[in-house]
């Protein structure tokens, strides 16, 4: 079965700082997809990224940044130079089927000022 | 568009009573899920709705059932509340497959059964 593992329960920074947010997968599949979700204090789940097994690429959009390395089973998230509205819980997510996602236990991000 | 509504935001139940957690979207989406989410455990698939017509059991289904109304309608059906079942329970939606295509979730409701 497959697992998504965030060892990270708390990241506290002051604002500009970057902070990097782990996650590592288990799975015994070769075709599989991994996301990124940002719940905000306002509840709702936001989402971020999409990647699947076969593109290892990393992608950049704007302050965010994710490394995939399927050697370590690794979809890491980076925030750089942190601000306030970054303050967040983040969830990483496997799909295992084409229908059922699992999440990660979330990291909660807080960012001061 | 208001993309996934859900009612009620908050509800309060007693253990035993029963209740049906609504969910609508507007994106005209094939594919609609239940999950709950308790603090420390991230969210867990209850129920999902591949298409109109179909249900499957996600993670964690005792407790619960499920009818997919019509495209736009997936409820969600508490029989005979419990305490475990206190939780944020979140509608979401996608146009297929969850691999293949990124959910859109409700604003959630807050259950507690005391």
């Known amino acids: 079965a497959q697992k998504v593992t965030q060892a990270q329960t708390e990241i506290s920074v002051v604002e500009k700082e970057d902070v990097t947010l782990d996650c590592v997968y288990e799975?015994?599949?070769?075709?599989?997809?991994l996301f990124w979700y940002k719940q905000p204090p306002s509840g709702e789940l936001v989402f971020l990224i999409r990647?699947?097994?076969?593109?290892?690429q990393n992608e950049i959009s704007g302050r965010y940044s994710w490394n995939f390395q399927k050697s370590t089973s690794s979809f890491n998230f980076t925030i750089t130079a942190s601000q306030v509205v970054d303050s967040a819980v983040y969830f990483c997510?496997?799909?295992?089927?084409?229908?059922?996602?699992?999440f990660g236990a979330g990291t909660t991000v807080t960012v001061r000022a | 568009n208001a993309g996934v509504t859900q009612t009620p935001k908050f509800q309060v139940l007693k253990t035993g009573q029963s209740m049906t957690l609504q969910c609508a979207q507007d994106?005209?989406?094939?594919?609609m899920y239940w999950y709950r989410q308790d603090p420390g455990m991230g969210l867990r698939l209850i129920y999902y709705?591949?298409?109109?017509?179909?249900?499957d059991k996600g993670e964690v289904p005792n407790g619960y059932n499920v009818s997919r109304l019509n495209k736009r309608e997936f409820s969600l059906r508490l029989e005979s509340a419990a305490p475990s079942q206190t939780s944020v329970y979140f509608c979401?939606?996608?146009?297929?497959?969850?691999?293949?295509?990124?959910?859109?979730f409700g604003p959630g409701t807050r259950l507690t059964v005391t």
């Open positions: 979401a939606s996608s146009e297929g497959g969850a691999g293949l295509y990124e959910q859109y």
């Open positions: 799975t015994r599949d070769t075709t599989y997809y």
């Open positions: 990647r699947n097994s076969f593109d290892e």
């Open positions: 997510a496997s799909c295992f089927d084409d229908y059922k996602l699992s």
């Open positions: 994106m005209n989406h094939n594919s």
């Open positions: 709705s591949a298409s109109e017509g179909t249900t």
